[in-house]
């Protein structure tokens, strides 16, 4: 859905790897034409002042579907989330006997073989997921409901200024990252050679290159691409430095439970205990040291709804990435190993061969309407609408307040910071590091603190987890722990996600046109817009015998062959005015279809007349 070429070369390279290296592409059967897929209805193209587009490969005729795109990342609107929609087929749940309902604090096993789980009674607001009976369970993904019910359970603690009593910030002299090897962001079969990063400046350094490159909103709006996303670099990798600086204090220090005679276990759970009460201090204590100060960003309390809808969708995402290379993994091993009889590597290889040939025609196999599965390297390879969006919030912060810096204002609430924490020598250091930064937080647009909020909260709810599992599963076996997935993210993982679903998400809806939740179809992010659009986008309907995710896409006319396929975005029953507006608003382009230039001659011509 790439909204116009600017935006195309405007999104931000959010891969580590090399700039030598191409960007990841959507891996289309009918890109490049061949004897097996020559029939392919659709291809991706680059389109003059548009960008990637899908074009129709040949003649194709009205009612026809021409692709079934398989989402690839979820998330349901909180007032669903316990109202008798299916997470997995968001369908209607017709049995209620055979409903599975998923609290955030709900229970339940997976094992290697199958999967077995029990519906969990528990109260109306604490309900996470909701599926029509184990058999879309299964097919979402038993591991993955749970990890999602347990981080939602982590994102709706409160967190409170008392909480952060038993956190105190500590501070280091060298540099908060040293040379380390970084996986890509996208999972690849290749063998290329793992990517090394080498970060060796403190985060106070990186905030001062970040206002050396624009310290004004009005010079921030002015940079080029290139700039603007260094600039954006700098300042996220800021926020990663300090935030590594005090979680490695937690992850790499040796706790020592005093231990007694008569009461060993007692004290052992009470080094736990205060471990614990540390670990969820952390995060309140670096939300309220980073985004407090000279800006309009409140530190809530709670998360609200929207922001535990985007982390829901962000950890589906992140664990299917996980399972994404775990199976890549698997795969090259396979390859590598060189036993076992010729069968059995063949064996080994027939799911991916199987999958490749299912995806010569968009609706499958014998005319089957099962769709490709989606990927991460898929989801990458959509385009990442950071710097477009940032321009935009930030323009908009310009309009609606003078952009006069009050260069006085920022000293003084520093002034009145440092006397009140001037008697905690451990965090006077941050002090002095923090008034450049507040000073680069308040040319920020309050779009992107938002951000930092939500990516402070995804990290709380990780290194609680995490801990949670340590402590939990100390017993498990080496193949248990091997098989168990746990997550983490950084900064740049955290954009690719975000920035991507950025005006990429669909909206799901029901009979009624009720929004339940959004969902990201990757292979179908490349229809473009039109107002007058000559393919209809339509939810496959679920059964009891046929369980599906997935969106269809039917053409409504003859679409000749090199002709742009298009759907709409939205409603466009209104006039010209409005839909531009709303476009525009939503995703960052001004229509300039066929319809709206034919209504904007007719509009110019009928004020001239």
């Known amino acids: 859905m790439d909204p116009a070429e600017t935006t195309a070369t405007a999104s931000l390279s959010l891969s580590l790897a090399p700039p030598t290296s191409p960007p990841p592409t959507l891996a289309l059967v ?3 034409p061949t004897e097996d897929n020559h029939d392919f209805p659709i291809k991706v193209t680059m389109l003059p002042n548009k960008g990637r587009s899908y074009v129709a490969s040949r003649t194709i005729q009205p009612h026809e579907l021409i692709l079934v795109a398989e989402a690839f990342g979820t998330t349901m609107c909180d007032p669903w989330l316990d109202c008798g929609i299916c997470h997995y087929c968001w369908a209607e749940i ?3 006997k055979a409903r599975i309902r998923l609290p955030s604090t709900s229970p339940f096993t997976a094992a290697v073989t199958g999967v077995t789980v029990k519906g969990v009674k528990g109260r109306k607001q604490e309900t996470v997921m909701v599926f029509c009976d184990e058999t879309c369970l299964g097919m979402y993904g038993p591991d993955v409901a749970e990890m999602i019910c347990r981080v939602e359970g982590k994102i709706r603690r409160t967190w409170s200024d008392s909480g952060t009593r038993a956190w105190k910030l500590r501070s280091e002299e060298r540099p908060f990252l040293e040379t380390m090897a970084v996986e890509p962001d996208t999972p690849s079969t290749s063998s ?9 400046r403190h985060y106070s350094e990186l905030v001062k290159q970040a206002l050396a490159t624009a310290d004004t909103k009005q010079r921030i709006l002015g940079l080029s691409d290139t700039d603007l996303s260094v600039f954006l670099n700098t300042t996220w990798t800021a926020i990663d430095g300090l935030i590594l600086e005090q979680e490695s204090w937690i992850l790499h220090a040796t706790t020592t439970p005093a231990t007694t005679k008569n009461d060993n276990q007692h004290d052992t759970r009470e080094s736990h205990s205060h471990t614990q009460a540390q670990c969820e201090a952390l995060y309140p204590k670096l939300a309220k040291l980073l985004l407090a100060g000279n800006n309009q960003a409140t530190i809530a309390p709670k998360t609200s709804d929207d922001d535990c809808e985007t982390i829901r969708l962000i950890s589906e995402i992140l664990y299917r990435r996980q399972l994404d290379i775990r199976a890549n993994v698997s795969g090259s091993a396979v390859n590598r190993a060189g036993v076992g009889s010729v069968q059995e590597r063949e064996s080994a290889k027939a799911p991916a061969a199987a999958l490749k040939e299912k995806s010569m025609v968009p609706g499958g196999n014998n005319g089957s309407r099962g769709g490709q599965k989606a990927t991460f390297e898929d989801y990458c ?5 950071e710097l477009i969006l940032f321009r935009q919030q930030l323009q908009e912060d310009i309009d609606s307040q003078d952009d006069q810096i009050n260069d006085d204002e920022p000293e003084q609430e520093q002034e009145e910071h440092d006397t009140q924490h001037q008697q905690q020598s451990r965090e006077s250091k941050h002090n002095t590091n923090m008034k450049q930064w507040r000073k680069l937080l308040s040319i920020l647009p309050n779009h992107l603190l938002s951000c930092f909020y939500v990516y402070l909260r995804l990290r709380d709810a990780y290194l609680l ?12 076996t080496s193949s248990q722990q091997e098989h168990q997935i746990t997550l983490s993210i950084d900064n740049t993982l955290f954009r690719t996600i975000l920035y991507r679903e950025v005006a990429n998400s669909f909206g799901i809806r029901d009979s009624s046109d009720e929004l339940l939740g959004f969902a990201v179809f990757p292979r179908a992010s490349f229809f473009n817009h039109s107002c007058r659009p000559n393919i209809q ?4 309907q679920s059964s009891r015998a046929v369980r599906a995710r997935q969106m269809e896409y039917w053409s409504t006319s003859v679409i000749q062959e ?12 209104t006039d010209i005015g409005e839909r531009r507006a709303r476009l525009e608003d939503m995703y960052f382009f001004w229509c300039s279809c066929p319809r709206c230039l034919e209504e904007e001659a007719k509009v110019i011509e009928e004020e001239e007349a």
């Open 30 to 32: 009918g890109q490049v």
């Open 94 to 96: 017709q049995d209620p």
């Open 192 to 200: 290329a050679p793992s990517i090394v990063a080498t970060i060796g």
């Open 381 to 385: 390879a959509m385009q990442s609408n």
């Open 465 to 476: 987890l995490t801990r949670e599992n340590t402590i939990t599963s100390p017993s498990n």
């Open 537 to 540: 986008k339509k939810r496959r």
């Open 562 to 573: 090199g002709e742009e396929c298009c759907i709409s975005y939205g409603d466009i029953s």
